[in-house]
């Protein structure tokens, strides 16, 4: 795990200074890669790349970056990790590749020789963003792995493609003018982070997963990106020729292949632990790790000290069962308020995920021990985890038939009781129901169904339920919106079935820009690699031949990797109301984070960055302060964009 920066250029003055401006580029990711770093350019070519390195597998100079393949065709940069280089290395040994060292970044450059830049990527097992500037070509190819794990940010303009692991890195580039761009602004108050392939400054982009960008020629228009692996053929080929076995087969071949997925992410020459919440996802994990060591694994865990919000005893008790070696602390509003203004330095592009404080405290937590983290982060989309897919079968493809006065009037009801209302006839009611029918915060799911019954269409009544505000374009100054891909993966032909729509469109989405951004820039704040099994590329593509039964069954979602999880771990120490990674954002903000909000959310500041109208927002804040409503979100969307403002725009 590391970061890398370059610069490919007709400019006369960027590709003059290229070497110098990619060191200052590096300078920014240092953070990223703490132990080595290096340069390498080509001041005739305009070519220049840069590397911060964090060693993880061979910790010798022969793991040093920029790295040139053995016949001098091939010089790369390469951020992350292909779990499967000893396998390939044996196998490119046998057909005559000879090697010096034990790093896989060897064997990329290699593979690449042997069997050319995309055949390689496609027998990579990882997860990478990767620069391979072709000498002989003349050409530059940057790739990023099939599920976007690994970030990589492409800027082109005036003669100059530059490009890095992160946004931060951009800003030394000359030509570099951080205006932002007001639709990925919308798209952020929607969702709470950018929408990719675009980015919150104009002229950057985010290569999209699976995809190669080849470029010949700065000067000219950015080419087209070409998928190796596209997730949505990948979906419709699979769902084409489903696993046909028997419920015990196909516990089976999932318990083999995420063994064998957790094994290869285990190969390391520094130490490894594991984020450990407790639930399904990181304690399948956990399991699995455990089984193949020899002594006990190192797990992580972040507690609330409000009740309600609180895994720590849950993940404890799958701890002590596993027999790992546990650790926890424990995260309130005080914490929260130290960790915000360190925000915009850690997420350079505006990132409004409250789960980012606990991330970010676990990572450095982990940090301490370890320099290598497993984690479950991707269960709940490949294996159809969130209620949301359970209720949206069941509600949103019949509520879009019913005649839209009736909706408004069913909304009008659910709305109309305050969300401390709907939390008591919760829990007046919990004792009688088994506990996957006891949602924690009842009132505030209430209320967000009764706002999609408002709207009309199962793409729309989708997206309201994962959106912070519902017209986010009303916030922005010159705000337009227009669809995105969850609206365009909904209405495709990914198949009939609204369960596995919903499921590809988080998949291409909200998995990518939210949770693996979020995972990928807290860990490597700290310089801790964090690796992800159950985002195993055959994982995902098994997950995509199962029918629906072997997910879905009973009213309750991962149906397989819970039978997975029986094998190692006692169902009742995971049986309980699915949490997530939830943030007591509203107690906060109206307890030890009020004054600071108080201090963003003022006129004066909401109209310093001349991009946000303050008078919908500041209705919210009184509204909010007042008790009204759990806008939380929403506000929290408004100030880490505030914040991030104060910090980033131009």
Request: hydrophobic letters at 45%; one cysteine or more; glycine letters at 10%.
């Amino acid at each position: 795990m590391c970061g890398l920066a370059g610069i490919f250029a007709s400019e006369p003055r960027v590709a003059g200074d290229a070497a110098s401006l990619v060191e200052r580029m590096s300078a920014r990711l240092a953070h990223r890669g703490p132990d080595d770093h290096g340069v390498w350019a080509d001041a005739e070519a305009g070519i220049a790349l840069a590397f911060r390195r964090l060693a993880i597998i061979d910790l010798s100079a022969h793991g040093h970056q920029p790295m040139a393949s053995a016949s001098g065709r091939f010089v790369m940069v390469f951020n992350g990790e292909v779990y499967n280089y000893r396998e390939l290395r044996e196998e490119l040994a046998r057909s005559g590749a000879a090697f010096h060292g034990g790093s896989d970044s060897e064997v990329i450059l290699a593979a690449v020789e042997a069997w050319g830049v995309r055949a390689a990527v496609r027998r990579f097992i990882g997860m990478f963003a990767i620069a391979l500037w072709d000498r002989r070509e003349r050409r530059l190819h940057l790739l990023r792995d099939r599920l976007g794990i690994k970030p990589l940010f492409v800027f082109a303009g005036r003669g100059v493609v530059a490009f890095a692991s992160e946004l931060k890195a951009l800003a030394p580039l000359p030509c570099f003018e951080r205006r932002v761009d007001a639709r990925a602004l919308v798209g952020f108050l929607r969702y709470l982070y950018v929408p990719g392939p675009g980015s919150i400054f104009e002229g950057v982009r985010k290569l999209e997963p699976g995809h190669l960008l080849t470029i010949a020629d700065p000067a000219s228009p950015l080419p087209a990106a070409v998928p190796y692996w596209r997730l949505e053929e990948v979906a419709r080929a699979c769902a084409a020729a489903p696993f046909t076995g028997s419920d015990d087969e196909a516990v089976d071949e999932g318990e083999r292949l995420l063994q064998d997925a957790v094994a290869l992410r285990m190969r390391s020459d520094v130490p490894v632990g594991a984020f450990l919440s407790g639930g399904i996802d990181s304690s399948t994990v956990a399991a699995l790790m455990q089984r193949c060591s020899p002594t006990p694994v190192r797990t992580f865990t972040i507690g609330f000290r409000e009740r309600d919000f609180d895994e720590a005893e849950p993940a404890a008790r799958v701890a002590r069962h596993l027999g790992t070696d546990h650790t926890q602390v424990y995260l309130g509003g005080e914490d929260a308020l130290r960790l915000v203004p360190e925000l915009p330095e850690v997420f350079d592009e505006p990132f409004a995920d409250p789960s980012e404080l606990p991330t970010c405290l676990v990572c450095r937590m982990a940090r301490r021990e370890v320099t290598v983290a497993l984690s479950g982060d991707g269960g709940d989309e490949v294996f159809a985890g969130y209620n949301r897919y359970i209720a949206g079968e069941r509600v949103l493809r019949p509520a879009a038939r019913v005649p839209g006065p009736l909706r408004r009037l069913a909304a009008a009801g659910m709305t109309g009781v305050s969300p401390a209302a709907w939390d008591r006839v919760s829990r007046g009611v919990a004792p009688v129901l088994p506990a996957r029918l006891r949602p924690p915060r009842f009132g505030d799911k209430v209320h967000k169904a009764g706002a999609f019954l408002r709207l009309g269409g199962a793409p729309t009544m989708y997206r309201s339920l994962l959106s912070a505000w519902q017209q986010p374009a009303a916030l922005v100054e010159g705000g337009v919106e227009e669809d995105g891909a969850v609206e365009q993966v909904l209405r495709g032909d990914a198949g009939p079935d609204l369960l596995h729509r919903m499921m590809l469109a988080d998949q291409a989405t909200y998995l990518v820009d939210d949770l693996l951004a979020k995972v990928d820039r807290a860990s490597m704040a700290v310089s801790l690699e964090v690796r992800v099994p159950l985002l195993d590329h055959r994982v995902v593509e098994y997950s995509w031949r199962l029918p629906r039964r072997l997910k879905v069954r009973g009213g309750t979602g991962k149906w397989i990797l819970r039978r997975i999880l029986d094998r190692h771990v006692p169902a009742a120490l995971v049986d309980r109301a699915k949490m997530g990674f939830s943030v007591p954002i509203d107690a906060w903000l109206r307890g030890p984070l009020r004054d600071w909000a108080d201090d963003l959310l003022s006129e004066s500041e909401l109209r310093r960055s001349g991009l946000l109208r303050p008078e919908p927002i500041q209705a919210e804040w009184r509204r909010f302060r007042a008790g009204g409503g759990r806008a939380g979100l929403a506000l929290w969307a408004v100030l880490v964009f505030q914040g991030w403002a104060r910090r980033w725009a131009a």
